[in-house]
C-alpha cells in the first residue's frame, strides 16, 4: 500500500517523537522510582496525551500556516496520533513481559534503536541518501536525548533527594 507524502511525514514524526519521549520517560522513571507501575504509567500517559497533544499541536500548526484542505489537516492530525499512540505503547510489551525492570528498559532501549535505524535507512533510502549517516545522525541524536535525560534526573536528585 502506497501513503500519500503527507501522511508518511507525521508518520515519521509520531513515531520519532514516540520512541524519544518514551524512552526519555521510560529512564527518567526507572533512574527515580524503580517501580513497574510507575514506569508502566509513564508509558500509557505518553501513549494517550502526548500522542493527542502532539496530533492537536500538528492540526493547530497546519491550519495557522494556511492549509486550507480540512481532509489533509484531518489526515495528518489522525496519522500523527495514531503512529505516536499505537508505537509508544509497543514499549510496554518488555515491561509486561520481563520481570526485571531494567532488563525491560534495556529492552527497550535496543527496540528503539532498531526502530529508529529502520526508520532512518527507509528514509536515507528514499531521498537517495547513504543510510549509514542518516542512521548515524538520527540515533546520535536520539542517544544524546536520553543522556540529557538522564544526567537531568541525576542533577534533580543530587539537588533535591
Given at each position: ?19 524519544i ?11 527515580g ?6 514506569v508502566?504509567?509513564g ?57 526485571n ?15 529508529l ?29 536520553i ?15
Open positions: 500500500m502506497k501513503l500519500d507524502k503527507s501522511i508518511k511525514v507525521w508518520i515519521n514524526f509520531g513515531i520519532t517523537s514516540g520512541i519521549t518514551t524512552l526519555g520517560l521510560m529512564v527518567w522513571l526507572l533512574s522510582t524503580h517501580s513497574k507501575l510507575a508502566i504509567g508509558v500509557l500517559t505518553i501513549a494517550i496525551a502526548d500522542a493527542m497533544s502532539d496530533a492537536l499541536g500538528i492540526h493547530i500548526s497546519q491550519e495557522g500556516s494556511g492549509v486550507k484542505d480540512a481532509r489533509e489537516v484531518w489526515k495528518s492530525t489522525i496519522a500523527t496520533f495514531l503512529a505516536k499512540f499505537l508505537f509508544a505503547l509497543t514499549f510496554m510489551i518488555p515491561i509486561l513481559l520481563i520481570n525492570l531494567f532488563a525491560a528498559v534495556v529492552v527497550s532501549a535496543v527496540w528503539w534503536l532498531l526502530a535505524g529502520y526508520l532512518s535507512y527507509t528514509i536515507a533510502k528514499a531521498d537517495k541518501e547513504k543510510p549509514v549517516k542518516v542512521i548515524r545522525e538520527h540515533v546520535m541524536i536520539a542517544v544524546i536525548v543522556i540529557v535525560t538522564y544526567s537531568a534526573w541525576l542533577l534533580i536528585h543530587r539537588v533535591f533527594g
